[in-house]
């Protein structure tokens, strides 16, 4: 497998950048974007973290943004409790032009990773990236993380991917 990085950078240019490359792709709607880190120590609270930095960037943007931590995603509470309210409108401050930003673990799973418009995968080292993400992100140093982007050509098809042969 090929692992590429862009230079570190400062955290807000870095996230800076993803949101603008977000709004490329999914300028208006309602829009979902999972933020997942890496089972480590403060996976967690990075996850979080990054979400909430993400959803300030999009709300200096002038989106409108629903910030919802989800712990550990199962897919029918996930569908039923966050996704089917947000999409219907009922949540309180969606609107069909609002980006729901959420963090939490299992978000990338072959169950619910058709869900997001937009995904970011959190490393904290050198374990191997979510094949599934849309942005694989470095935070091993906090303040100037390192975006990454994966040759999965040479991964054999069921690497982070359990439902794959």
Known sequence: MTRTAYEAQPRDELIAGIVEEFLHHASRGPRLIA?????TADA???AARFADDLAAALTAHGQT?????VGVAEEAALRADVVGPFRAGALPGASDDTVLVADGRGLLDDAVRGIWHFSVWLLAGDEL?????????DVTDDAAPTRFFYDYCALPPSVNRPGLR
Do not use: L
């Not at 943004?65 to 931590?69: A, D, G, M, N």
């Not at 990236?129 to 992100?137: K, L, T």
């Open 44 to 46: 967690d609270a990075d």
């Open 65 to 69: 943004v629903i910030r919802v931590s």
């Open 129 to 137: 990236p979510h094949s599934g993400a849309s942005v694989i992100v």
């Open 35 to 39: 933020v997942e880190a890496a089972a």
